[in-house]
Nanobody, 124 residues
Framework: QVQLVESGGGLVHPGGSLRLTCVVS??????IAWFRQGPGKEREGVSC???????YHIQSVKGRFTISRDSAKNTVYLQMNNLKPEDTGVYYC????????????????????WGQGTQVTVSS
């Protein structure tokens, strides 16, 4: 069974930075993605990375968020800079064993394995 544990959330002022960490255990996975769910909003995909390090970001975070992967530690990071109030939400990481195309890699229904989430609040 794949297990994922997120950490690194918190309260930050607009313009600030946070780094989220997702530790994966149980199986070797190919696709790992970050999702978020803001208050009153549906869960949306943010960024994903495959085992070949190819990655995808949604338009609203391009240039601000960076996703990286340390395969030796089975860990994925989401570096979030220049945070905005609209980035507020619970952030989840998700993983799947098999590779999917990048165009689908931030679609929630592609992922059977999820972490418990970590809260990110951007507020002045």
């Amino acid at each position: 069974q794949v297990q994922l544990v997120e950490s690194g959330g918190g309260l930050v002022h607009p313009g600030g930075s946070l780094r989220l960490t997702c530790v994966v255990s149980g199986f070797t996975v190919d696709n790992i993605a970050w999702f978020r769910q803001g208050p009153g909003k549906e869960r949306e995909g943010v960024s994903c990375i495959r085992s070949d390090r190819s990655q995808y970001h949604i338009q609203s975070v391009k240039g601000r968020f960076t996703i990286s992967r340390d395969s030796a530690k089975n860990t994925v990071y989401l570096q979030m800079n220049n945070l905005k109030p609209e980035d507020t939400g619970v952030y989840y990481c998700a993983a799947r064993l098999n590779r999917i195309v990048l165009s689908a890699c931030v679609s929630p229904d592609q992922y059977p394995n999820w972490g418990q989430g970590t809260q990110v609040t951007v507020s002045s």
